[in-house]
């Protein structure tokens, strides 16, 4: 029998639980879009947590629920550099060491943010999976923790709180927009609303190439995918063949999963940038190239975008062109 999932009740202790480390973000409108788009359309701003990404969410959750069970001796995580920011960030915070895993293919922003953190650093492998798999070993060896990015209940209750502030702030949504990747985000706040109202839509959003969720979604099961070369490199990664909760989280809460350019993802960057004066990677702006790219048609609706990262190189927004220069007038 598949192990029971995070409930509702779940996401409401972690926000108590999290409340002294992660503050609400901002849910702002975003004027430039919603011209664009003929919708209203609002900004979940993730971009801007104390490490970047909304990942300190789910990273705080687990270490906290980990030391209200006295088993935080110290913690080993495995990235493409958000997750390992975010459980370095809280393990700092809590007074506890950190190991953070992480493949050849983590760009070099993203590293050097993670060597700052104080966490102890390893770079080996072609991929997350070949990077977890050491992990997993050198946890075991070690007696720490493995606070998994997103396959653990208490990562996904942590994202969830996303959703509560959501129903706090726009309690008539439409249609919300998420990020997809290992489905931690996605599934945790698709519970919630969901949850709330079965009719608002929840549709996640990833790269067109090397999509672990949007393979295994087609298959009907967790399957393995080559990570390729894409601006939402924190899109990247496999779910795990042995993957416990957020597989069956997406298929169950969410409505759809739609997958974007290359060229939307960096239009999508450039136009966050100059009209909505916002930093994001590209794989916090994935969902925000659904909506420019007319992949989801939100016409009319109340909208929701989680904009989920901003750690990126600004010399690498600067020199795609295609994301500010293709912008048109708004």
Not at 197 to 202: E, F, M, Q
Not at 252 to 262: A, G, I, N, P
Request: hydrophobic letters at 50%; a negative charge.
């Amino acid at each position: 029998m598949r192990p029971v999932g995070p409930t509702v009740r779940d996401v409401w202790l972690a926000r108590r639980r999290i409340a002294p480390l992660v503050a609400p973000s901002p849910l702002v409108a975003a004027e430039a879009v919603s011209r664009t788009c003929g919708a209203d359309v609002r900004l979940k701003l993730e971009n801007l947590q104390p490490t970047g990404a909304f990942k300190v969410r789910g990273a705080a959750n687990a270490l906290l629920a980990l030391r209200e069970a006295g088993a935080l001796r110290g913690v080993v995580a495995v990235s493409t550099g958000n997750h390992g920011r975010a459980v370095a960030y809280v393990a700092r915070e809590l007074g506890v060491p950190a190991a953070v895993y992480v493949s050849e293919r983590v760009p070099a922003d993203k590293l050097a943010a993670l060597e700052r953190s104080g966490a102890e650093i390893h770079v080996g492998g072609r991929g997350q999976d070949e990077a977890e798999v050491v992990a997993r070993a050198e946890a075991a060896q070690r007696g720490h923790a493995l606070v998994h990015p997103f396959d653990d209940p208490t990562v996904i209750a942590g994202q969830g709180t996303i959703g509560l502030e959501l129903l706090e702030r726009m309690p008539d949504v439409d249609t919300v927009l998420v990020p997809v990747s290992g489905g931690g985000l996605v599934g945790g706040i698709a519970l919630v609303l969901k949850s709330a109202t079965p009719d608002i839509r929840v549709v996640g959003v990833a790269m067109e190439g090397g999509s672990a969720m949007a393979v295994s979604l087609a298959a009907g099961t967790p399957t393995a995918v080559d990570e390729v070369d894409t601006w939402a490199d924190s899109l990247q990664g496999g779910l795990g063949r042995d993957n416990r909760y957020t597989f069956e989280l997406v298929r169950r809460f969410v409505d759809d999963l739609v997958l974007v350019s290359e060229d939307a993802i960096a239009h999508a960057m450039g136009f966050a940038f100059r009209y909505e004066r916002q930093v994001l990677e590209g794989g916090g702006a994935v969902a925000l190239a659904a909506l420019l790219s007319g992949a989801v048609e939100a016409k009319g609706q109340r909208v929701a975008v989680v904009a989920s990262g901003g750690n990126v190189d600004p010399a690498a927004v600067a020199r795609h062109g295609s994301g500010l220069a293709a912008v048109e007038s708004v």
